[in-house]
């Protein structure tokens, strides 16, 4: 075992307070798109600007709300992997995600702070506060709010929109305690999820980074490990 890896197994064995904070590489292996990878990333093959954000769904509401359905119907085939189980099976730790699949919950984790939202539930657009859960499988198309006609959206966050308040807040607070966060697949670059590796560590948080490539969080890593999550986390965890 590298020693790289032996200090971050123990960094992680010896923590009172461990979370995680990840990203989309974290469910890579599971066969789900990162956003920013050249080749495949969703970003680079679709525009964020016209699917991820308020003008865009104004501007076309069926092309927004059909890619978001594909991109249930794909995580409805899919499985945790061996990273999600590791964090899962570790149940002291409080996990903040980017992302926006259930491939967490699913492994068995509870202590989930989602801040981008989820895919697994519709929200008012208009902003009366009605939201419902949908059945990744079928997904239920363009539908208004049963409350007050505005159009249903998916519940998670676009661009130039503000995190839910309440989990950013946790989010705040689980990284001001932290003794040990450890980022795993997120390129570090979407604020204000990438603001908390900052201030984990400005609060005496060793920081331990897990990804494919060095990242914008390499130079506040205390420990990297490049390599893939499914294989790198079940070791530090396991
Ligand atoms: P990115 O696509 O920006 O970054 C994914 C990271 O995962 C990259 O640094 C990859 O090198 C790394 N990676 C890929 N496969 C991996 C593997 N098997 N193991 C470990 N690392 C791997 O995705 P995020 O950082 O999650 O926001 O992006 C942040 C936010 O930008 C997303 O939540 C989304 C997007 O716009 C919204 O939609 C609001």
Same mark, same amino acid.
């Not at 009605?130 to 006609?149: E, M, Q, S, Y």
């Not at 001001?176 to 697949?185: F, K, N, Q, S, T």
């Not at 670059?189 to 490539?213: D, F, K, M, Q």
């Not at 060095?214 to 990297?224: G, I, M, N, Q």
């Given at each position: 075992m ?21 990203g989309?590489?974290?469910?890579a292996?599971?066969?789900i %798109? ?15 600007q016209?699917?991820a954000?308020p ?6 509401p069926?092309?927004?709300?059909g890619?978001?359905?594909?991109r ?48 697994l ?10 939201a419902?859960?949908?059945?990744? %499988? ?30 950013w ?31 984990a ?9 897990v990804?494919?490539?060095p ?18 986390v079940p070791r530090?965890?396991?």
């Amino acid at each position: 075992m590298s020693r790289a890896l032996e200090e971050g197994r123990r960094a992680l064995a010896d923590a009172v307070r461990p979370v995680s904070l990840s990203g989309a590489g974290l469910s890579a292996e599971s066969g789900i %798109a990162t956003f920013r990878n050249p080749r495949t990333g969703l970003w680079t093959r679709f525009d964020p600007q016209v699917l991820a954000s308020p003008e865009g769904f104004a501007a076309d509401p069926d092309t927004v709300i059909g890619w978001y359905d594909e991109r249930r119907r794909q995580l409805s085939q899919t499985e945790p992997n061996a990273a999600h189980q590791a964090l899962a099976v570790k149940t002291d730790m409080v996990h903040i995600t980017q992302n926006v699949d259930d491939l967490l919950e699913r492994a068995g984790a509870t202590n989930v702070v989602r801040l981008h939202g989820s895919l697994l539930a519709d929200r008012c657009h208009g902003g009366c506060g009605f939201a419902a859960d949908v059945d990744l %499988a079928n997904p239920p198309g363009r539908w208004t709010c049963p409350h007050c006609g505005a159009a249903m959206r998916p519940g998670v966050v676009w661009f130039g929109e503000v995190l839910p308040p309440e989990a950013w807040a946790t989010a705040e607070q689980t990284a001001h305690e932290a003794d040990v966060l450890l980022v795993v697949g997120t390129s570090a670059v979407v604020y204000p999820a990438a603001a908390l590796i900052p201030l984990a560590r400005s609060r005496g948080a060793r920081v331990i980074v897990v990804n494919t490539e060095p990242t914008d969080a390499s130079d506040l890593a205390d420990v990297e490990l490049i390599g893939r999550a499914g294989e790198i986390v079940p070791r530090l965890l396991g």
